[in-house]
């Protein structure tokens, strides 16, 4: 079969080692993929660009429609906007999908039954990204709501546990205090389930369904919900699973598609061979199912799932008793 | 020395049982108050009343200062608020103060070392209950972050430290999205941490901030944090420490202050002697160290210590490895 076209950035930080190891094994896997570069974040900003994101570098990623992205450093402070967030909301990419689940007992977790999938809204709530000064001494921020941008996430989630032949979906949200916004999610969720009658369903308040999640993670399947609390809480299933380190996403719109860790650049560790590349890979990998490759998809998969359960690990998840073999980013990928 | 006045409010669902458990043993031990009741929630919506409180009960709790509250139920819906929120908010009541520690060996618990305790702040953030539908499909809510606010609650997670001799303030907030309204709350945050030389202070992302809590609660002591992430954060502190069951608050302003549980009214297992009192009873504890009866609190506290090292738990906590005797509301009390 032809070649898929796949517009990619290294990012920042750690993020050209892991973009190498991770098109090393693609390559290796014999991935039919047409990369195209793109270069976006860091050396944008310093060529004065705010946004971090040049005309060419849109164009790019509209044309091929699929992009697997490294993790991008936005410089801190009031003059810029987060660039992940502008890119999902320029591509309209709704859904940010993070599956977490354990390697127990090859990966060290208190949790070793958890197989939970994050779904998590991605365009709207608090990440509208509307703030203003009211006075000198009042600062506010809007979160919004629409009944379209509900709909479609959780469409999308009871559709996710039917291909996926998951049990339930539970949703998440505080509407005994936000009645408008979190209580037309809700609204929306309740009625949406009804056209499911073979998928369980349940909404629970988010401080308590966090705690259950966060304690008994195993009692958890498809959790959708918005997005301010999935960011939260997608970190939180990925580091109690094993590690924030090993967790991918998917970034999904109508037109475009995008695959990610769901870590951060992690400047501090950059250059020195030490990162997790697990995290981008699994992004990859749920790219090549997206784009109508799953033979290469499980082939990595299970090669990667060898590595771990071999014992070779990155220094992040290396513990006495579950690893055999402490290796770099490089050697990790050659494993 | 003489008695100190306080009101208090039985509340409702499992709320009688466990405030009835909790003034028997506040009796018991000798505590020196005079208890004024006053009367909120259900019975008063149920006369027409939609806010849940009418005025004498107000001027009562004004009057007394202090304010013992079972967990209350406000109906679900558009035309109800939050009584709990009404209340923290009508008193100025801007520190809620949940201190989260695992009771192992004889609680089971996965953090048998954690003693977290979380500084949340309680009148503004998106509690501010500023919501409006802007067209029949999109609905707002307003997130208010003001200076005063935040040098308040900062200040007295500080303070608390200090007082209590803890080691270290960590700041939750997600300032590299919300740069106006959560960069105010970090600010803050940084300036009157200089002023505390002798205690860590640290700032984290709220989303990576709650993944390393819910995975190695045992690294964090303070933990300073926006309204909303408290709520959800304090939940999960408690319930992988042990049970939400097991957790009480204060609620402190400048003129009154409020004691409570942190759960709900469960009305599920309302009136079946089954609910743990201790939420509540760690409450009212807290509540005889803010009135000078430290002696009483000091007894109590034992008491209760002693129970729960005994093995005598209530149903939620028991647990063939920790316990010896499975016990009602009123059977732990008398223990
Ligand atoms: C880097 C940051 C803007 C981003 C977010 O808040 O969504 C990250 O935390 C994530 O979860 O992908
Ligand atoms: C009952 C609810 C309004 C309340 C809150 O959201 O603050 C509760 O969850 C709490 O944490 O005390």
Redo the contacts between chains.
């Keep these: 079969s032809t070649a898929v076209k796949v517009a990619y950035a290294k990012g920042d930080g750690i993020g050209p080692e892991i973009m190498d190891a991770t098109l090393r094994i693609l390559e290796a896997a014999g991935a039919r993929i047409d990369f195209e570069e793109v270069t976006i974040g860091e050396q944008v900003y310093l060529s004065g660009n705010t946004s971090g994101i040049d005309k060419h570098a849109w164009d790019t990623i509209r044309k091929n429609k699929v992009f697997l992205k490294a993790p991008i450093t936005?410089p801190?402070?009031?003059g810029y906007k987060?660039l992940n967030?502008t890119i999902r909301k320029s591509l309209g990419l709704y859904a940010n999908v993070r599956p977490c689940n354990s390697l127990s007992p090859f990966v060290q977790t208190?949790?070793p039954n958890m197989d939970v999938v994050i779904v998590r809204e991605n365009e709207e709530d608090?990440?509208a990204?509307i703030?203003?000064?009211q006075t000198?001494?009042?600062?506010?921020?809007?979160?919004?709501?629409?009944?379209?941008g509900v709909e479609k996430i959780v469409r999308y989630a009871f559709e996710f546990a039917k291909v996926y032949n998951r049990k339930k979906v539970t949703c998440f949200v505080?509407?005994?205090?936000?009645?408008?916004?979190d209580?037309?999610f809700s609204t929306v969720f309740q009625e949406i389930a009804a056209e499911y009658p073979n998928i369980d369903s349940q909404t629970m308040i988010?401080?308590?369904g966090?705690?259950?999640l966060?304690?008994r993670p195993e009692d958890f399947d498809v959790v959708v919900m918005p997005n301010?609390?999935g960011?939260?809480?997608?970190?939180?299933a990925?580091?109690?699973s094993g590690s924030?380190g090993l967790a991918g996403s998917s970034n999904i719109g109508m037109e475009c598609a995008m695959f990610e860790a769901i870590h951060g650049s992690a400047p501090d560790i950059s250059g020195q061979n030490i990162a997790n590349p697990s995290g981008l890979l699994r992004g990859a990998i749920m790219m090549l199912n997206h784009i109508g490759q799953p033979d290469v998809a499980e082939k990595i998969e299970n090669a990667w799932l060898a590595t771990i359960e071999n014992g070779i690990h990155t220094a992040d998840i290396f513990n006495e008793n579950h690893s055999t073999k402490k290796v770099g980013t490089r050697e990790f990928a050659d494993a």
């Design positions: 936005t801190r402070g009031g987060s967030v208190l949790h608090l990440y990204g703030e203003h000064q000198d001494e009042v600062v506010q921020c809007l979160k919004l709501i629409t009944r379209p505080k509407d005994n205090i936000m009645k408008h916004t209580g037309l988010v401080d308590i966090a705690a259950k966060a304690n301010l609390y960011d939260i809480i997608s970190d939180i990925a580091e109690i924030v």
